[in-house]
């Protein structure tokens, strides 16, 4: 699987395991909903900072977003 992909996978599995709306996540995370729906589809390519911010988050490393 692409990376960019499994991140989005990834992504969406553990805020929805948090009950969060890609809109609540993403102003917990402060990116734009929009970005996020994109990350998860796998449309994006985001920054090493994006995924930190991501991860931070959803309280998990950066490793198990992109594991």
Do not use: W
Not at 12 to 20: D, K, M, V
Not at 31 to 58: C, F, M, Q, W
């Amino acid at each position: 699987m692409d990376i960019r992909r499994r991140l989005g996978s990834n992504l969406r599995r553990l805020r929805e395991a948090r009950g969060l709306s890609q809109e609540a996540f993403a102003y917990e995370a402060n990116i734009h909903r929009t970005y996020v729906s994109d990350i998860e589809r796998g449309a994006r390519n985001p920054t090493i900072l994006i995924v930190e911010k991501l991860a931070k988050s959803l309280g998990v490393t950066a490793g198990e977003l992109l594991d």
